[in-house]
């Protein structure tokens, strides 16, 4: 049982690594780290959370797929308080062009191949990013980014009407 805790704590701190080294600007922008989970029951799954003055980042590999949760540094307070939270990769579409894909994406087979494509995404746009929750943009997009989310969910699975997503 005592190998299980030591196993689990050095496959964390594996994760913290490669965090630190491909995100390396996040912990420049004084981001740092604030807690850290990880499941070996639930095919290694794990979160690391980072948080700086103005965003909070929630890093997450489900399923071996990366993707990075995004808000504004007072938009979270517990790990299932997702209100003020979004994919990264959606808000900066959102950004860019007023609109995103929630299609699904086939994740890249290898970890560092996907905190590679992430970091490369959220370093070219790091700026505008800062300014979307500097200008309190989100605050007041945060309506109609669900609301598009929701019509793309409900148009792209019709079928899935008890799941409807309403909100």
Do not use: C
């Amino acid at each position: 049982m005592l190998h299980r805790f030591f196993d689990k704590d050095k496959k964390i701190n594996n994760i913290v690594v490669q965090i630190r080294k491909y995100f390396g600007f996040l912990f420049e922008h004084d981001f740092r780290i604030i807690d850290k989970f990880y499941d070996n029951t639930n095919f290694g799954n794990w979160i690391v959370l980072l948080r700086s003055e103005k965003l909070f980042l929630q890093f997450v590999q489900d399923r071996g797929d990366l993707s990075i949760i995004i808000g504004p540094h007072f938009g979270f307070h517990q790990l299932r308080d997702t209100d003020n939270l979004i994919n990264v990769e959606i808000l900066i579409d959102y950004i860019k062009k007023k609109d995103f894909d929630i299609s699904p994406r086939v994740p890249s087979k290898s970890i560092i191949e996907q905190f590679i494509r992430l970091s490369s995404l959220l370093l070219a746009d790091y700026d505008e990013v800062i300014a979307f929750f500097d200008s309190e943009k989100f605050m007041e997009e945060k309506e109609t980014i669900g609301k598009l989310f929701r019509e793309k969910f409900n148009s792209r699975y019709p079928n899935i009407s008890k799941y409807r997503i309403s909100k």
